[in-house]
């Protein structure tokens, strides 16, 4: 099993920019597809971003060219640049370390708020 630890939420106003870090910990890391997951309360855990140990990346329809998923295997960490955020950006952002570019794993972090807000 993985570790993940998120950071880089917090409140922006709309058309900002925040990037969000997850480190994860644990033997073999590197060969996890890691994923940024999001979730509003009240509603269903959802993609927003995937990326495979080879770099290949899946996004969601409603962050395609806004938000940028990328990886360091050196430091066992994944990013997600979000740019050009909107009200609907608001949620919880969940890392996550699986198998599948579209089906979350069973390690997930403890979650981090991003507030789009003006």
């Known amino acids: 099993q993985v570790q993940l630890v998120e950071s880089g939420g917090g409140l922006v106003q709309p058309g900002g920019s925040l990037r969000l870090s997850c480190v994860a910990s644990?033997?073999?890391?590197?060969?996890?597809?890691m994923g940024w997951y999001r979730q509003l309360p009240g509603k269903q855990r959802e993609l927003v971003a995937t990326i495979t140990g080879g770099g290949s990346t899946y996004y969601a329809d409603s962050v395609k060219g806004r938000f940028t998923i990328s990886r360091d295997n050196t430091k066992n960490t994944v990013y997600l640049q979000m740019n050009s955020l909107k009200f609907e950006d608001t949620a919880v952002y969940y890392c996550?370390?699986?198998?599948?570019?579209?089906?979350?794993?069973?390690?997930w972090g403890q979650g981090t708020q991003v507030s789009v807000s003006s």
């Open positions: 644990g033997s073999g890391s590197s060969l996890y597809v």
């Open positions: 996550n370390a699986g198998s599948f570019r579209r089906t979350p794993g069973n390690s």
